[in-house]
């Protein structure tokens, strides 16, 4: 049967008609809130239905459950606070915080940065000093004792681990990290909870309610059919998705570790706790919720059970509800899939930020072939995304590299896709030879050869080598890859995402390998702990690589700053002849700041760039390099790039605008 549109729209117009007296109850005498958010409700609801009839619309108690998830929202919006609902009102600005010149993020696990939320409180005027202005604390909230795979096995949304502090304590937090011009990220680990939440110990002994917020079954037929389709996510484990439980005495599908239970979003109950712990953050005063393992939240049987239209809607569904009850929010997809798959999550109405792995990857890539080709390839084809959106775009994170090119892509440039991540994997744990990486293989499956890396930037880039026997030409090396690649991100369009450590370029740490709840995870190697009188000594030591990058990467999120060319994402690759350099022009919008070509080269030879093509963007005068200040002028032989120079051209006679 088709159901034509009108009728549904009908449908969607008599939920809401039908909502307003349940409303007037909720606020009962607090008209003023009411009207607020009735009105945004009014906005949304229609799109917000449309996410949910697919979702839960085979159910016949289908229009009492809208009515609950919507009067969960209502209720959030009550408890926002005053001072929240003030930054609501400049969430609507054009264009978004967003895509400013001015954003620049951070990343790291507080106990491991500062200790604890007061020990970070202290660390504010650092971050301010460096230009941060998104901070993502990785998880915070309480997690199971034990192996907690680093928080992303969450105990309970409300109570933040109590090592590190209280939810009193994260509140105040983000007020004062918003006094000093900083917006808080947190994740919102949503496929799953730790096996000790209370929901998931009420399902053990037996709750059928419960019960029903996870994927449990009584015996082996269905997750033996489920296993059929699945795809290994973490390969040491071995191909199992499922875990016994002995107390439940049921099968629990778990995606990743075995005490991460995933959630069953299919229960329209368990979307509305989940909506409630979404809101409850947000009411907390974070601003930008990163969502975690977006891929796999929903399952149907004969698939991947990864990106499913179904999980697409979920987030939009969720996006709806944040537009009405805590406008200020917005959310981060980590997708770490197939870039068309990435991509499909991020536009306005889903998912307004999201990682770039692709970018990432490339830029290890072309590190270690000294070729730009594939990054260029790949940048020309996908770096576009809808408007009111932003890539997030980093170097390093908490996780492993894994080498999420497409397959395509590369066979469009006559590269075997399956060879080149082995040589890749090779280089980067520095068993190629001649390779200045030292990373090391994580989840390394014996039975394909495949496997992801870990390490921190610089082992990755060299500098750990070279320290280690003593080559101080290669230390300089290392130390300029590492400004090359943040000084691509920090120009190329997008958000910058800070790894915290790589700005004083810390390196591996094999501490982890003594912690029996870590041991197992390699990851941990490039999770080191921030060693403040150590790491105040290389910030102020210009001589050591450690302050050579804080000093670069400080200069360059100040040139970012300084000019709005670097704001949106209006980038277009280059067509250089020369392979081994990477070339960009920013033109920004008409009327900003004056055109700049970036050239980064990727080699540590000298590379000479001949393309009068470049005269062509900027003019035959001299041209000024807004990273080391030098002027250039384009002669007959063109110019020439020092090993691994980044360069920020622009004509000379723009250059003392801002
Ligand atoms: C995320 O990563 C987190 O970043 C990890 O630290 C967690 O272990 C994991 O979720 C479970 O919570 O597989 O190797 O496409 O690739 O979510 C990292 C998304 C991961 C997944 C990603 C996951």
């Known amino acids: 049967m088709v159901v034509h549109e009108d009728i549904l729209r009908l449908q969607a117009e008599q939920a809401l008609n039908r909502l307003a007296p349940r409303l007037a109850t909720e606020f009962g005498a607090d008209d003023a809130a009411r009207a607020v958010f009735q009105e945004r409700l009014s906005a949304e609801f229609t799109r917000l239905f449309f ?51 001015d954003e620049v993020g951070a990343v790291c696990y507080v106990d491991l940065f500062a200790g604890d939320l007061a020990g970070l409180r202290e660390r504010i005027g650092y971050l301010r000093g460096l230009g941060i202005t998104y901070l993502h604390l990785m998880p915070l909230l309480r997690s199971r004792d034990g192996e907690n795979d680093g928080g992303y096995a969450v105990s309970d949304y409300r109570e933040v681990d109590p090592r590190l502090g209280t939810m009193a304590d994260l509140a ?11 917006r808080l990220c947190m994740d919102f680990v949503f496929n799953h909870t730790a096996d000790d939440h209370e929901w998931a110990r009420a399902a053990r002994s037996g709750d059928p309610e419960c019960q029903g917020f996870y994927r449990m079954f009584d015996d082996r037929t269905l997750p033996d059919q489920y296993e059929l389709t699945l795809r290994e996510i973490f390969p040491d484990r071995g191909p199992e998705h ?81 537009r009405i009850a805590a406008p200020a929010l917005v959310f981060k997809s980590e997708a770490i899939v197939h870039p068309d798959e990435v991509a499909r999550y991020v536009g306005g109405h889903e998912a307004q930020l999201s990682y770039h792995p692709v970018l990432m990857v490339l830029l290890w890539e072309a590190l270690a072939t000294r070729d730009t080709a594939l990054l260029r390839h790949t940048l020309i084809k996908r770096f576009e995304i809808p408007p009111g959106s932003n890539w997030v775009n980093y170097i390093r994170c908490h996780d492993d590299i894994g080498w999420g090119f497409a397959d395509e892509d590369a066979d469009e440039m006559a590269i075997d896709p399956i060879g080149h991540r082995r040589f890749l994997n090779e280089f980067y744990t520095g068993r190629f030879p001649g390779s200045f990486a030292r990373g090391l293989p994580f989840q390394e499956n014996l039975d394909t050869g495949d496997c992801r890396i870990c390490g921190m930037t610089a082992s990755l880039t060299g500098l750990e080598k070279a320290l280690a026997e003593g080559d101080g030409t290669g230390a300089e090396l290392a130390v300029r890859r590492i400004l090359l690649l943040y000084g691509v991100i ?53 001589d050591s690589p450690g302050g050579r990058v804080f000093a670069g990467l400080r200069d360059l999120i100040a040139l970012r700053k300084s000019r709005r060319v670097f704001a949106g994402r209006r980038m277009e ?86």
Not at 68 to 76: D, E, F, H, N
Not at 245 to 258: G, H, M, Q
Not at 506 to 532: F, Q, S
């Open 242 to 322: 499922f875990i016994w439980d002995d107390a439940a005495r049921k099968w629990v599908w778990s995606t990743f570790y075995t005490y991460q239970w995933d959630l069953n979003f299919a229960n329209p109950a368990l979307f509305r706790r989940m909506l409630a712990e979404m809101l409850f953050l947000a009411n907390q005063g974070v601003e930008i919720l990163r969502l975690d393992a977006v891929p796999f939240v929903w399952k149907r049987l004969g698939t991947t059970c990864e990106n499913l239209p179904e999980a697409h809607l979920l987030i939009q569904a969720f996006n709806a509800l944040a």
């Open 51 to 101: 996410c949910l009839l697919p979702l839960y619309g085979d159910r016949n108690d289908f229009s009492g459950r809208v009515e609950q998830i919507v009067l969960t929202a209502a209720a959030a919006w009550r408890e926002r606070p005053a001072r929240l609902k003030a930054i609501d009102d400049e969430a609507a600005a054009d264009p978004p915080w967003f895509q400013s010149n």
């Open 573 to 658: 690759v280059l067509p250089l002849a020369n392979r081994h350099v990477l070339g960009y022009l920013r033109d920004g919008a008409p009327g900003a700041d004056a055109p700049v070509v970036v050239l980064g080269n990727f080699t540590e030879r000298d590379q000479r760039i001949g393309d009068w093509g470049l005269v062509a963007v900027l003019g035959p005068g001299p041209m000024i390099d807004l990273v080391g200040g030098a002027i250039y002028s384009f002669g007959p032989d063109g110019l020439t790039l020092a090993p691994y120079q980044l360069v920020c051209l622009t004509a000379e006679s723009a250059g003392s605008t801002s």
């Open 490 to 542: 920090m120009t190329i369009g997008g958000l910058p995402l800070l790894y915290l450590g790589d700005e004083v370029a810390l390196l591996n740490d094999d501490h982890y390998r003594e912690d029996p709840a870590k041991a197992h995870d390699r990851r941990w190697v490039h999770r080191p702990v921030t060693d403040w009188p150590a790491q105040q000594a290389a910030c102020g030591d210009p």
């Open 172 to 182: 105040a937090l983000t007020d004062e990290l918003r006094r000093a011009g900083i």
